[in-house]
């Protein structure tokens, strides 16, 4: 560099003033942990569209809605034991009391029916259509009662009064299974899964 001159002198060369760089240590920044954040590989929905991941899954049933479909399932089991159990029984019965004695055909189809019903309606409980099930418990109701008067007038002279507890037995395990269906959470569960099909869902 160079300086004006002084008193019209030469001009003075004034070297350049040298400044050592200022260094500044590089700022230190905490790592972050954990995943990395997730991000739909399919990208998001259209707007307008309405669409969640989630939307059409089903919710899942309550405990009370599969407790009604077991003891329907253990129902008709049942009901099928009783009923081959009642043929054999009435066999022997018809022998000593004649051919009219014990359970007749028609009785023995009944009860398949009623077994059928029973089966039919646990599955239909679970897809949210609990009519089923209670026609089938209605009809165990009424075969309870029929059996009570039965057994009241063999059971003395033959078997012995302990018969009578089995269709109480049939009587109590429909009163469970079809109250079951009546719970907050089974009703719940049933309404919310028909509001979610529209008006075009039934049953």
Do not use: C, E, K
């Not at 077994?115 to 209605?138: C, F, I, P």
């Not at 979610?196 to 039934?202: I, L, M, N, T």
Request: proline share 13%; glycine share 12%.
């Amino acid at each position: 560099m160079t300086s004006p001159p002084p008193y019209g002198g030469p001009p003075q060369y004034v070297p350049p003033q040298y400044q050592a760089p200022q260094y500044q240590p590089p700022q230190w920044q905490q790592p972050q942990y954990g995943p990395p954040p997730f991000q739909q590989p399919w990208g998001s929905p259209p707007p307008g569209w309405g669409w969640t991941p989630y939307a059409g899954q089903r919710s899942q049933r309550p405990g009370a809605v599969i407790a009604a479909a077991v003891l329907a399932f253990a129902s008709a089991l049942l009901v099928l034991v009783g009923t081959v159990y009642a043929l054999a029984f009435s066999a022997l019965l018809s022998l000593a009391r004649g051919p009219d004695a014990g359970m007749g055909p028609l009785t023995a189809a009944a009860h398949l029916l009623l077994a059928a019903l029973l089966m039919v309606g646990g599955l239909r409980a679970l897809q949210r259509d609990r009519r089923w099930l209670l026609g089938a418990v209605v009809l165990q109701l009424a075969f309870s009662v029929y059996w009570v008067v039965v057994l009241d007038d063999v059971a003395p002279s033959t078997l012995g009064d302990g018969v009578l507890t089995v269709p109480l037995v049939y009587a109590a395990l429909a009163l469970v299974s079809g109250g079951l269906t009546f719970l907050p959470d089974a009703r719940a569960w049933t309404a919310r899964d028909r509001g979610s099909q529209g008006p075009a869902a039934g049953g």
